[in-house]
């Protein structure tokens, strides 16, 4: 068992309190980037964007919309995990033109792949799109928070915040964006209690099911 990756998941706790003197290097940023670029999603169709605010007054602004959690704000870098906020035909047809190109081959050779997923994308109505592609963000999250804890970086899922309002504030829509979930990525300050706390986390018997 590789026991620095648990000890590195045991580390890592949802930061409810940043250091906002500490900065993430522009090295391990752009590793934390990456680990989002590379997530696999559904048939490969990678139907996000993560967007980066860079720009500190609006961060400050979008506190209030995140339920007054000042990490959003306090944090090195905040990371707005999205998902397209529509997904067509044309979607899935500059998908196959990049895989073709990506891989070498005829775009035609890819016919039989693109129709499955034109008809997996046009059996579901937007509400179930939607969910299908926040699913496939959700993969996103997880592999930062991992990544982030192998690098000695402190994250915080946040789903406590407006939508809606995210998408206003940063003009999401003229992105073709929703936001779905929020990382903030950062250090932990040192008045953080939560930094202790053991771990609440179900019994192994309890969730891992075994049939032979
Ligand atoms: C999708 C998701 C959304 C979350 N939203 C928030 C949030 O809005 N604010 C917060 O402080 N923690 C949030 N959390 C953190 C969880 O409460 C935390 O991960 C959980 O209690 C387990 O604790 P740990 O991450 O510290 O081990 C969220 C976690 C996940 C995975």
Redesign the pocket.
Known sequence: MNTTLLEKLNW???T?VFDPSKKVSDADFEILLESLRLTPSSFGIQPWKFVVVKNLEIREQLVSHS?G?R?VADASHLIVLCRLNQMTEKTVDEYMEYTAETRGVDVSELKGFSDMLKGFVNKMDAEQLSQWMENQV?IA?GNLMTSASVLDIDA??????SSTEYDRVLGLEEFGLNSV?LCPVGYRGENDK?AE?P??RFLSEEVILEIS
């Open positions: 890592r706790y949802a409810k339920w959690q990490q959700y999250l915080c899922p946040i789903e406590g915040f979930v939560y706390n771990k609440v």
